[in-house]
């Protein structure tokens, strides 16, 4: 599977950007598809993750109720829409995706479950 993350860049604070992962090489319908990032001198923090071929989302406390993740399964693809962005939002934004069958939702938190990474998009938020 390869991952394509899109849509970052630079916004105020309090804006809004939509990042997009587009996936091919493999169906991918029954994979856990998630985003993650990673600001400078950091560890990659979870953001949020979705099971592609349904099932409810999970999100980090940090961005719970501004950030929502949704999938088009035409365009084979998982977005992140973000809003009221904030500055402690600046990082890099990785989307990744999880070969992983489990109904154990606390375990996709965590980067080491996942298999197929994108090449990250930066989104910089100023104050």
């Known amino acids: 599977v390869q991952l394509q993350a899109s849509g970052g860049g630079l916004v105020q604070a309090g804006g809004s950007l939509r990042l997009s992962c587009a996936a091919s090489?493999?169906?991918?319908?029954?994979?856990?598809m998630a985003w993650f990032r990673q600001a400078p001198g950091k560890e990659r923090e979870f953001v949020a993750f979705?099971?592609?071929?349904?099932?409810?989302?999970d999100y980090g406390d940090s961005v719970k109720g501004r950030f929502t993740i949704s999938k088009d399964y035409a365009k084979n693809t998982i977005d992140l829409q973000m809003n009221s962005l904030k500055p402690e939002d600046t990082a890099v934004y990785y989307c990744?995706?999880?070969?992983?069958?489990?109904?154990?939702?606390?375990?996709?938190?965590?980067?080491?479950?996942?298999?197929?990474w994108g090449q990250g998009t930066q989104v910089t938020v100023s104050s």
């Open positions: 090489g493999r169906t991918i319908t029954y994979y856990v």
């Open positions: 990744a995706a999880s070969r992983t069958f489990s109904s154990d939702t606390y375990r996709f938190r965590s980067p080491s479950e996942y298999d197929y």
């Open positions: 979705s099971r592609f071929g349904g099932g409810s989302a």
